[in-house]
């Protein structure tokens, strides 16, 4: 049904009004309180096997939200309605800012890919932090993703997320620093251990600083040589980060300018993870997304380690129902291989 009404319906809009519409539709639902209590009862994920734990947080289902879809963190409770184990907000950056010039996101329909420049168009950090302030005390987990402000040169960096870090930390139930987004000049740089070091570091200062500290991710791009992946693997072990999120888009490809996600992502994606995987074993929480699509996706990387699984363009393409859809489809598969829970799956097969 859905693929009916996205091949004759979705697909002759432009991609951007139509992620604007559901938004704003989402938007309405999370102030329509019975809807959502009604939707929530349907499709988020109540199987106690479909549970799992890290860095201190519970998470109904391992399957969430990537960021870059509620970038304003204005429906993150309607999209936990609509069963997604998480949302993970932003990008959000200390200033607000317009983003790229549009058209700025482009449908591969035959690849089931994305290609996005959308270069963090959001409100700021006082602003969303206005809006989670609204959702405290509602069932769902939410992760803030920060970034740099684009005006703000390489060496106001540091200062730059730390704004962002005091603004969000004691918001959210975990907080991610992007460094892999393709469409900020020079933020993959910060990817670089000399560079990272002094900005995980600062940043980890304020989410300690938060009563209840605040867990602390980095989020990487699949971009990185090997040996940079192991870098930085070894450096957030070092600074006791409580986890990385692997993978951001890609740059490789030949199409419009702007990193491409959905299918054509997952082997490097796959791949990153099983190498962090070998490097940290299960000193780190690993949170794997690129390429998603559905629950074999979703068992494949739980097997090679992954205790979080994130998905955006999946999502796109498998309709509003899809994290629902994969999460029952969880719970079967848990069973079918008699074990009691997900967790008892994660790094099976390292
Ligand atoms: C339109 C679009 C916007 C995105 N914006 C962000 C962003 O703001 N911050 C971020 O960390 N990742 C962003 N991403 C990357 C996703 O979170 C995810 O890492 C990537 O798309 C790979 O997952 P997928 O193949 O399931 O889409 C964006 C992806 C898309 C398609």
């Not at 449908?107 to 409100?123: D, P, Q, T, Y």
Request: charged letters at 20%.
């Amino acid at each position: 049904m859905y693929r009916l009404v996205f091949t004759q319906v979705l697909r002759r809009f432009d991609a951007e009004a139509v992620h604007h519409l559901t938004v704003s539709a989402l938007a309405l639902l999370t102030r329509l309180p019975v809807l959502k209590r009604l939707l929530h009862r349907a499709l988020a994920p109540h199987d106690p096997a479909l549970r799992v734990s890290a860095f201190g947080v519970h998470f109904p289902g391992p399957l969430g939200l990537a960021a870059g879809f509620d970038k304003d963190a204005a429906c993150a409770e309607a999209l936990a309605s609509l069963g997604f184990g998480h949302v993970e907000v932003g990008t959000i950056t200390a200033h607000a800012q317009p983003g790229n010039p549009r058209p700025r996101l482009f449908r591969l329909v035959r690849e089931h890919a994305l290609i996005n420049r959308m270069g963090f168009n959001n409100a700021g950090a006082v602003a969303a932090a206005r809006r989670l302030r609204r959702t405290r005390g509602v069932p769902v987990v939410i992760g803030v993703n920060i970034g740099k402000t684009k005006v703000v040169p390489e060496s106001g960096a540091v200062a730059d997320y730390v704004a962002s870090a005091k603004e969000l930390a004691p918001l959210a139930d975990y907080l991610v620093v992007n460094v892999s987004s393709p469409n900020t000049p020079g933020l993959r740089d910060l990817q670089a251990v000399s560079l990272l070091r002094p900005l995980l570091t600062a940043v980890k200062q304020v989410a300690d600083a938060t009563p209840r500290p605040t867990p602390l991710l980095v989020k990487i791009a699949p971009d990185l040589a090997d040996e940079d992946v192991d870098a930085v693997a070894d450096l957030a072990v070092e600074l006791g980060l409580d986890g990385i999120i692997a993978t951001n888009t890609t740059i490789r490809h030949g199409g419009e300018t702007g990193g491409l996600s959905g299918r054509p992502l997952k082997g490097r994606s796959l791949e990153v993870l099983r190498r962090l995987r070998a490097k940290v074993g299960d000193r780190l929480t690993l949170v794997s997304v690129g390429g998603v699509e559905d629950v074999d996706d979703v068992w494949e990387r739980l097997l090679a380690g992954a205790t979080l699984v994130q998905g955006y363009t999946g999502w796109i393409y498998g309709g509003p129902f899809w994290a629902s859809r994969i999460h029952r489809q969880l719970s079967r598969r848990v069973r079918r291989h008699g074990l009691k829970s997900v967790t008892e799956a994660i790094g099976r097969t390292a």
